[in-house]
């Protein structure tokens, strides 16, 4: 859940972003063109400078975006093949029924 709702923020960011209305940091009043990996949020460039994430690993909104949305989609892959196994498993049941 928590991968869905970076990912769906993430998008939503990113989409601003390419119509001119970038969400910017509240601190810094600075666009927020970083992802900080640690602390799982969109971060300014003066914050990536700050104490609070010069150690952590800050890559692109972008790249943040697109590697969560594949992640997002690996995940509903392994889903969708336990619920056909589930409804196979389901079908042989009923089967046995009958």
Known sequence: AKIIEIAKKLSLQAARGGAGGEKLC?????????FCEEDQRPICVVCRESQAHRLHAAVPVEEAAEEQKEKFQAHVQILKEKKEKLLGLKGLEEGKRM
């Open 26 to 34: 509240e601190k810094h009043q600075e666009a927020l063109k970083l």
